[in-house]
């Protein structure tokens, strides 16, 4: 089996219960799995895809049998592809033991075909070269595609109708964006399954695959502690944080027409606002747990403009530096008014959340990079020793952060006494770090879900209807900030945001953390 499997890490979840046709089991010896990244020649490939491929390959984690192609138009041999995927190769392995070694079996086993996303025959040679390297065995197939979203459905097209297996598995990765609102999401969906059946389609939200997004739901249900408290009855409001220190960074042309609601909120923190929100599934199999992330959404209000905040990065310069404006970057509009920044007042209209908000803010060129989720719990009723806290009573509730990142942490805020003769309270954190708790590095989120993939674990991946749950939230805000035209509110390069943020916690008297 491998490495996950014999780890037991998957024991607790159910068998699968979708139709495979045979031989999808990976670690059968008669099986093999061949990799396609179509769009081998971008950014997230040779960012992301290929080192995690090369970590899970490390790790042993990769069936015995497989292969790894690279699909774009560029026109690159095999080896000028492994020359290439080298370089970028700069993952969390390398300075493990044989790394060089590893990688130079690694790259063997990676191979190149150029061809166009559109065309059936060049899809027709690539089955050919995959049939080579299968060897006979049964054959299954993962098609990532990590290309922009325009050329999705031609490439699946031509993948289904001529580089499917004919005996094993075919499952393809779809990355985002899945569409700009609802509409265009449900024809993307729908032109998905022209080709595909919903079982073989992966849609990847990275966000998912993160060790500490995964843990939520492991916090929440092994701990006697957190769930009974869980509910309106004890929380106050939960706050989901992005904020990145940089901005578009070279991605202004596909962040344009996005937008950071888009790009961050109705998927990424939607998402986990999913996870946490929930109620207790059913067991931990894929559908039980995507059954309730879709009932939490549907039992969501849609968003209105009255709570929400936009802002757009201008420049500032700070120590001599001049930082740019978001429309600095050439890839953008000079009068793009799209949103580098929101924050937003969610609320769950359902007997476990009603009226707790829900507050998401997410931005980029901010003053820190982190993602987090902060919970903060009610008052204690007639607290003895409120006094200590004169009149600013909100230092004395509890607080639980879920650091996602950077530095992995969960933490809660308690109150304690100073030690001493006297009577003074003093606010601690009971502090899980991770890397003073565990020497192992964590994986990156890719790597996680490229496995996933490969075993046929759906469970971190999104289904249909929860994409068109998540959409039905968002797109009439949506339209309504683009039909009108909205002018964003404009923060400093670096700064902590709009002043209108503020405003928006202070409505639901919450102060951000
Ligand atoms: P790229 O823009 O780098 O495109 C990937 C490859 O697709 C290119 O190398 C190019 O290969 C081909 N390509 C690009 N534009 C076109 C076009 N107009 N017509 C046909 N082919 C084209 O994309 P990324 O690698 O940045 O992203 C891939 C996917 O992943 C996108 O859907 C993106 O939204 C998503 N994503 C990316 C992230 C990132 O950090 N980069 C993060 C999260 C999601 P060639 O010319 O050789 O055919
Ligand atoms: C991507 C967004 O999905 O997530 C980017 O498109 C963003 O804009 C990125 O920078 C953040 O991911 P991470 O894993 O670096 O936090």
């Known amino acids: 089996p491998t490495k996950k499997l014999k780890d037991g890490l998957l024991s607790a979840s159910s068998p699968e219960k979708h139709k495979e046709p045979i031989g999808f089991d990976v670690n059968n010896d008669k099986s093999t799995v061949s990799i396609t990244v179509v769009g081998a020649s971008g950014d997230l490939a040779k960012k992301k895809i290929f080192p995690a491929l090369f970590a899970l390959y490390y790790e042993d984690c990769l069936p015995e049998h497989f292969s790894i192609f690279g699909y774009a138009r560029s026109k690159i041999s095999d080896a000028e592809l492994r020359n290439m995927v080298s370089k970028t190769l700069t993952c969390r392995i390398d300075k493990r033991e044989n790394c060089g070694e590893k990688m130079e079996q690694f790259l063997k086993r990676c191979f190149y075909h150029s061809g166009q996303y559109d065309s059936k025959e060049n899809f027709v040679e690539l089955d050919e070269k995959l049939k080579e390297h299968e060897g006979g065995r049964v054959s299954n197939r993962l098609f990532y595609l990590s290309i922009p979203p325009n050329i999705f459905i031609d490439a699946v097209r031509c993948a289904s109708v001529s580089a499917s297996s004919v005996n094993g598995w075919t499952r393809v990765i779809v990355e985002k964006p899945f569409g700009r609102d609802s509409e265009s999401s449900a024809a993307l969906t729908r032109s998905l399954k022209q080709y595909l059946e919903e079982d073989q389609i992966f849609r990847i939200d990275h966000y998912l695959g993160k060790e500490l997004v995964e843990n939520l739901s492991v916090l929440r249900f092994s701990n006697l502690i957190f769930e009974p408290l869980w509910s309106r009855q004890y929380i106050r409001n939960v706050q989901f944080i992005f904020s990145e220190d940089f901005g578009t960074e070279g991605r202004g ?3 344009d027409n996005y937008g950071i609601i888009r790009d961050i909120m109705q998927n990424h923190l939607l998402q986990i606002l999913a ?6 599934p059913v067991s931990l199999d894929a559908e039980d747990i995507r059954n309730e992330k879709v009932k939490v959404l549907r039992s969501m209000r849609t968003l209105s403009m009255d709570d929400v905040v936009i802002g757009q990065y201008k420049s500032d310069t700070k120590g001599g530096i001049t ?20 924050a937003a007042a969610l609320f769950i209209d359902n007997a476990r959340w009603d009226g707790v908000p829900f507050l998401m803010k997410a931005g980029k060129a901010l003053h820190d990079r982190r993602a987090e989720i902060r919970v903060q719990f009610r008052h204690v009723p007639g607290n003895l020793y409120n006094r200590n806290f004169g009149t600013d009573l909100d230092r004395a509730t509890n607080e639980l952060v879920i650091r996602v990142q950077p530095d992995e942490a969960i933490y809660l805020k308690i109150n304690n006494k100073v030690p001493g003769l006297g009577m003074r309270l003093d606010r601690s954190n009971l502090n899980l770090l991770y890397k003073a708790r565990y020497s192992k590095e964590i ?13 046929g674990e759906r469970r971190l991946f999104i289904r249909s209807d929860e994409l068109d749950a998540a959409w039905a939230l968002f797109t009439p805000l949506l339209k309504e900030l683009e039909d009108k035209r909205l002018i964003p509110e404009y923060y400093p390069y670096g700064s902590r ?5 503020h405003y928006l916690s202070a409505k639901y008297n919450v102060k951000w953390g």
């Open 253 to 255: 042309g596909y962040f």
């Open 275 to 280: 996870l946490f929100a929930m109620e207790t």
């Open 323 to 342: 930082y740019p404006a978001y429309t600095d970057d050439k890839t953008v509009p000079k009068d793009s008014l799209t949103p580098t920044f929101a």
């Open 443 to 455: 994986p990156d989120a890719y790597e996680r879900l490229l496995l996933d993939a490969i075993e």
């Open 497 to 501: 945001g709009p002043v209108g943020a």
